[in-house]
């Protein structure tokens, strides 16, 4: 980098840190960084902005996330002012959309496959002996691939009540039923020492960990084990899996 | 025959938003080829688990890289990014959650130094094998 590109940086930084050094207290520097920063959160509100949200609705909620972050920003620190806010920036836009809820961001169509795919799943998998393909499925559903790959994908994103309630009648009933003895707990043991945070699983997490990747069941065979959809043991699945890499802590 | 012509790639930036991308293409294909539902969410969660392990070590990437392979009775799923100067594969691989988990998932698994950086090759079976449990 040219020196000449330095010194515009670093003019800028002392810009930002002499600001920063004014707060809080000082609304007139609070209101200047607003303003040096907006075209920031903007583009970050941009970013989501497919997702059927109006536009000034995701620059609101970034412009929240903007405030937060420099109400919050620790100036003593040694990192950028903007990596800071663009972090907190997204974490305000990824809350909004899941405070929001599937049922927003889902459209009815593929929230009504999504159900249907979960309600022939167990069925075509009795009839078949086996696991059914994508194109079997789609057309017991009366649906075409696509929508069934676009239902597999959505459930992953987001949650929702209707696809968490178990398939039968006594959804947590299994785990009671093998008595007091939980085997996930011991095997998982093995997982301590390279993932740390399994201790912190709940228990139909840890089980369903340690019936995918101990016992070595399929998510079919799962689902029928703990009682939920096999949907559900999808997203429980991926889910853990991500905490367990220590993603969910980015976004709390 | 799986040929050149066979191999679908995409490349996406190396960040953890655009791995859904790579998943729903991985889903789609593997659909495609017919693989039970099982499997292609073993795929999907596998290529999420590969993206997430070479993300963790994609400072100074430009992109990220899924190809995929069809062949007879199996789907081959390469992802990579062009980080290069990185210690791959990791040392004390059996220490790794991410290792265990992908070999839990798919038939093979194998890590692969590429001259652009580093590499995870997947191989999933379109066949579901014949249970007897």
Known sequence: ?252 | MAGPSDLITVSVPPDSESVQVLRAVTASVAARMNMPYDGIEDLRLAVDEACAWLLALAEGATSMTLRLRPMDDRLEAVVSTDAAGRAWPPPDLEESLSWRVLSALVDTVSLDAEASGPSIRLIKRTLEPSRTV
């Not at chain 1, 207290?25 to 920063?37: K, Q, W």
């Not at chain 1, 009540?161 to 085997?183: H, Q, R």
């Not at chain 1, 369903?208 to 070595?216: A, K, P, S």
Request: glycine share 8%; aromatic share 6%.
């Open chain 1, 1 to 252: 980098m040219s020196a000449a590109g330095r010194s515009i940086g670093s003019t800028d930084r002392e810009v930002e840190v002499a600001l920063f050094k004014r707060l809080p207290g000082d609304t007139a520097a609070r209101d200047e960084l607003v303003e040096m920063f907006l075209p920031l959160a903007e583009y970050l509100a941009r970013r989501f902005d497919r997702r059927g949200e109006p536009l000034e609705d995701l620059v609101q909620v970034a412009s929240v996330g903007l405030l937060n972050a420099i109400d919050r920003f620790d100036v003593e620190r040694d990192v950028q002012f903007s990596t800071y806010a663009a972090v907190t920036i997204i974490g305000e836009l990824k809350r909004h959309f899941r405070d929001k809820g599937w049922a927003i961001r889902v459209p009815r169509r593929l929230q009504e496959v999504g159900l249907r795919v979960n309600t022939v799943l167990p069925v075509l998998s009795q009839e078949l002996g086996r696991s059914p393909t994508v194109e079997e499925i789609a057309a017991r559903c009366e649906a075409s691939p696509e929508e069934i790959l676009d239902a597999m994908e959505a459930v992953q994103a987001y949650s929702t009540t209707s696809l968490d309630s178990p398939v039968g009648e006594e959804g947590a009933a299994p785990i009671d039923v093998l008595g007091g003895d939980d085997p996930s707990l011991e095997i998982l043991e093995g997982w301590a020492s390279i993932a740390p945070a399994v201790k912190e699983l709940p228990e139909r997490e840890r089980r369903v960990l340690y019936l995918r990747f101990f016992r070595g069941l399929t998510q079919s065979e799962i689902a029928g084990e703990v009682g939920v959809s096999q949907m559900h043991v999808s997203r429980i699945l991926s889910q853990t899996l991500a905490f367990l890499r220590g993603e969910v802590l980015e976004e709390s």
